[in-house]
Nanobody, 119 residues
Framework: QVQLVESGGGLVQAGGSLRLSCAASGRTFSGYDMGWFRQSPGKERDYVAAISWSGGNTYYAASVKGRFTISRDNAKNTVYLQMNNLKPEDTAAYYC????????????WGQGTQVTVSS
């Protein structure tokens, strides 16, 4: 079992930046691929970014590519999402997720952290 706790959300003006953190505990963090997802009220949860267990591979949704950066520090059991040039449409609850490397889906989820971008 892996427990995930997000932090770093808040209110920011359009064009601003935030860095989300996700602290993991439980199993060996370095063996897990990690991802960030987001969900706005009335909408489905959308994929934002993912990073392989080693940090060597990163993936982004088209809507955030070039603005968001996912990274991880396996020594600290933490994954980050640096969000720059934020837009009002980035407003959502952001969720951290983990899956054992090679697994088909994300089995572990945090409780989420709210990001609100004002225009």
């Amino acid at each position: 079992q892996v427990q995930l706790v997000e932090s770093g959300g808040g209110l920011v003006q359009a064009g601003g930046s935030l860095r989300l953190s996700c602290a993991a505990s439980g199993r060996t963090f370095s063996g897990y691929d990690m991802g960030w997802f987001r969900q706005s009220p009335g909408k489905e949860r959308d994929y934002v970014a993912a990073i392989s267990w080693s940090g060597g591979n990163t993936y982004y949704a088209a809507s955030v590519k070039g603005r968001f950066t996912i990274s991880r520090d396996n020594a600290k059991n933490t994954v980050y999402l640096q969000m720059n040039n934020l837009k009002p449409e980035d407003t959502a609850a952001y969720y951290c997720a983990g899956r054992l490397s090679g697994a088909s889906g994300f089995a572990y989820w945090g409780q989420g952290t709210q990001v609100t971008v004002s225009s």
